[in-house]
């Protein structure tokens, strides 16, 4: 299995605090990945990055913040949590981006925003 | 619009079937790949291909670029095949879309 950790598994935070998952990788890909998964919605890409300090968004990026500072290491930040923030996280990593490399994930963080 | 589409969403098969998932995408794609979520939610890819067919043990996966279309085989399915099964594409430069999954019963 690929060495992604993400951290922490489960969160119970209240409306407006914020809150920040980590994402580390012992593999040194390039291209890592911070999804989030609902009911009825799949998986949707919060915001990617393609090296150190390189990010971009994603198609549900409103409201979510990223940093890379070091290849081993993604955080994703809610700076004002909400309810409809309330999902399943995960982090993915990619050596090479999906088009040409498979999609490694992290086993997944449980926020609830009450 | 959803640019993967699975079918069937949920599927029931008795242990020891022959059982097929199709995918459907609606955009160009540089690669195709499959993934596994079991219950308790973690995901491991199965296969990535951009064309033809691949196996892995009792798992095989075609792709038919012209059609746009994908198949997820698994032969003798097994209880412990039970999971969700997502179909998802790379499109270029930077897209990467999801179907919203099959989910899969094996009944022993």
């Known amino acids: 299995d690929a060495g992604i950790t993400q951290s922490p598994r489960h969160k119970v935070t209240e409306t407006g605090t914020p809150v920040t998952l980590r994402c580390h990788q012992t593999?040194?890909?390039?291209?890592m990945y911070w999804y989030r998964q609902d009911p009825g919605h799949g998986l949707r890409l919060i915001h990617y990055?393609?090296?150190?300090?390189?990010?971009d968004k994603g198609e549900v990026s409103d409201g979510y913040s990223v940093s890379r500072s070091k290849t081993e290491d993604f955080l994703l930040t809610l700076e004002s949590a909400t309810s409809s923030q309330t999902s399943v996280y995960f982090c993915?990593?990619?050596?090479?981006?999906?088009?040409?490399?498979?999609?490694?994930f992290g086993n997944g963080t449980r926020l609830t925003v009450t | 619009k959803n640019e993967v589409e699975q079918s069937p969403q949920n599927l029931t098969a008795q242990e020891g079937e022959f059982i097929t998932i199709n995918c459907s995408y609606s955009?160009?794609?540089?690669?195709l790949h499959w993934l596994q979520q079991h219950p308790g939610g973690g995901i491991v890819s199965l296969f990535m291909?951009?064309?033809g067919k691949k196996k892995h043990g009792r798992l095989i996966a075609t792709i038919n670029i012209q059609e746009k279309h994908s198949s997820l085989h698994i032969t003798a399915s097994h209880p412990r095949d039970s999971a969700v099964y997502i179909c998802?594409?790379?499109?270029?430069?930077?897209?990467?879309?999801f179907g919203t999954g099959t989910s899969l019963t094996v009944i022993p």
């Open positions: 993915a990593i990619s050596e090479q981006g999906t088009g040409v490399s498979p999609l490694h």
């Open positions: 593999e040194n890909h390039r291209y």
């Open positions: 990055s393609y090296g150190v300090k390189d990010t």
């Open positions: 955009v160009g794609i540089s690669a």
């Open positions: 291909l951009s064309s």
């Open positions: 998802a594409v790379s499109s270029p430069p930077n897209q990467f879309y």
